[in-house]
């Protein structure tokens, strides 16, 4: 099946990144989202990160206008009638994208494939929300989008070949490096991440090391680019508790239990870069200023 129209539902950090890379990739992109400020603002986003790549040489400005052309925003659900794949990547909740997946079944053609971005949550289960569960596939890409290669293709208990083909070629056409993984909790790279991401929170509540210092011990002595406290703000401190809970509930296993800090951050607030303020404080461009002072005294 040849994909050419695609819509994306959710105009989020995700959603707006997921819809760039397809618009360069030469596929018609309609983003939806219920806010119309979410719209305007995905639409203004991706032009910025656009008019960057101008600046660096690495597209030219009629790449860039090109690109724009194939964009177009809409806050109903019903211009999803013609699109070949739906690419949800709303926030991390079963019952709210089984509802988007509910909803788009009695919109879209039957040939119509459903994607979804979900990092953990089962897409056997998502599924089973629709008409069409051979054509249920994950499509999990990495944050940022536009930066990152690689694309985890889930696929469920029903998921055909045929949708897994499908996906395959259009991660090629989006220069993404895609991996195979089965329908259990995490997949392959959050089942082993965020249970590390997990931990550094953990570590941080028992007093063993300092946010600075856990981060470092991480990026020196392991060589990793980043620090694990300072990728569970860039990942979103409510989604990394959301997908330790599903771990924890699907799994059993006490390894998997949210740490107690985390629960606290989140329900304080301090949500990581999007919110402004998680383990570390970041200015309105999302750099990091210092360490969040509220974790002197917790």
Do not use: W
Not at 60 to 75: G, N, P, R, V
Not at 134 to 163: I, N
Not at 238 to 265: C, N, Q, S
Request: aromatic content about 6%; proline content about 3%; glycine content about 8%.
């Amino acid at each position: 099946m040849e994909i050419k129209k695609i819509f994306v539902v959710g105009a989020g950090f995700m959603g707006s990144g997921i819809a760039q890379v397809a618009i360069q990739s030469g596929f018609d992109v309609t983003i939806n989202d219920q806010r119309e400020a979410a719209l305007e603002g995905a639409k203004v986003n991706i032009e910025k990160r656009l008019t960057r790549l101008v600046t660096k040489g690495k597209i030219t400005e009629e790449d860039k206008a090109i690109a724009m052309s194939h964009l177009s925003t809409s806050s109903s659900v019903h211009s999803a009638t013609d699109a070949d794949l739906v690419i949800e990547a709303i926030f991390e909740n079963l019952d709210a994208k089984r509802a988007v997946f509910e909803q788009l079944d009695k919109i879209c053609g039957r040939n119509t494939i459903f994607a979804s971005n979900t990092s953990s949550i089962s897409l056997t289960s998502l599924a089973a929300a629709t008409s069409r569960a051979d054509r249920v596939v994950g499509m999990h890409f990495f944050s940022p989008v536009p930066a990152m290669r690689l694309v985890e293709v889930v696929y469920g208990l029903r998921t055909s070949q045929e949708t897994i083909d499908t996906i395959m070629s259009i991660g090629d056409k989006m220069n993404k490096k895609m991996i195979l993984a089965k329908d259990k909790p995490g997949f392959i790279v959050n089942r082993m991440l965020l249970p590390m991401l997990n931990e550094a929170v953990q570590i941080l509540d028992e007093d063993i090391g300092s946010v600075e210092d856990t981060d470092e011990g991480m990026k020196l002595g392991c060589n990793h680019p980043m620090g694990p406290l300072e990728l569970a703000d860039m990942v979103g401190l409510d989604i990394l508790l959301e997908v330790m809970e599903t771990f924890y509930t699907d799994l059993g296993d006490t390894k998997y239990r949210p740490a107690h800090l985390l629960r606290k951050m989140v329900a304080a607030g301090y949500l990581g870069q999007k919110s402004g303020a998680g383990f570390y404080i970041y200015d309105k461009d999302r750099k990091k200023v210092g360490v969040n002072p509220v974790l002197d005294k917790h």
